[in-house]
């Protein structure tokens, strides 16, 4: 079955213990990217990839690192985790057609509190 | 960078009325426009994308219409069902050249009342 598969879908953490959440897809999509979700303002993007070896910052990249070394795989790092990062994190990926957009495919979202 | 507005935040409609939620977006470059619709804690699905040398395009009870001029895109829900309750999020993006970034609205919680 054609997924995007993050892990883990819950996470409670203390500030500044390090942390990671895995994303992997099988549909060897060439495009992936991070999304945090909070009340009101939609999903912003915080890191994407467009292939392996290639990332680049979002709109909301501060505390965040990411990394791309196979294609089916892209983890989001938190260094030193802050209570303002707590929040609902969506992975995505998406193939590449040109230089037109096609459908990003989301993962289920990990819940992560930071206290 | 881009911007996206949505509106309203929340709708409440009553079965079978139709339901329409509005999105402006920024960039003149932008070139293409889906709606997610995301149920409680589930992930965002697509459920219709429109493309900006088309103005509008219909599947089934929903429908987007897109104004390149005025920078403005619209979904329409006819015929609501219970099953349309969700948060619905309009986006807009550049393509490749923005490396598939999608800049999304604030999102509309959508009730249809049975």
């Known amino acids: 079955e054609a997924q995007v598969t993050q892990n883990p879908r819950y996470l409670i953490t203390v500030t500044g213990k390090k942390l990671t959440v895995t994303c992997s897809q099988n549909?060897?999509?060439?495009?992936m990217s991070w999304y945090r979700q909070d009340p009101g303002l939609g999903l912003r993007q915080i890191y994407y990839s467009m292939n392996v070896e290639v990332t680049d910052k979002g709109d909301v990249p501060e505390g965040y690192k990411v990394s791309r070394k196979e294609k089916r795989n892209f983890p989001l790092i938190l260094e030193s985790p802050s209570p303002n990062q707590t929040s609902l994190y969506f992975c995505a990926s998406s193939l590449s057609a040109g230089s037109q957009n096609t459908e990003a495919f989301f993962g289920q979202g990990t819940r992560l509190t930071v206290v | 960078g881009e911007n996206v507005e949505q509106h309203p935040s929340t709708l409440s409609v009553q079965e079978g009325d139709s339901a329409v939620i509005k999105c402006t977006y920024s960039d003149s470059a932008s070139n293409y426009f889906p709606w997610y619709k995301q149920e409680l804690g589930k992930r965002p699905q697509l459920i219709i994308d429109i493309r900006s040398n088309v103005g509008e395009k219909k599947d089934q009870r929903i429908a987007v219409t897109l104004n390149k001029t005025a920078k403005h895109f619209s979904l329409h829900i006819t015929e609501t069902q219970p099953e349309d309750s969700a948060v619905y999020f309009c986006?807009?993006?550049?393509?490749?050249?923005?490396?598939?970034?999608?800049?999304f609205g604030g999102g509309t919680r959508v009730l249809v009342k049975p």
């Open positions: 986006a807009a993006s550049r393509g490749k050249a923005a490396g598939n970034k999608l800049t």
């Open positions: 549909m060897n999509h060439e495009y």
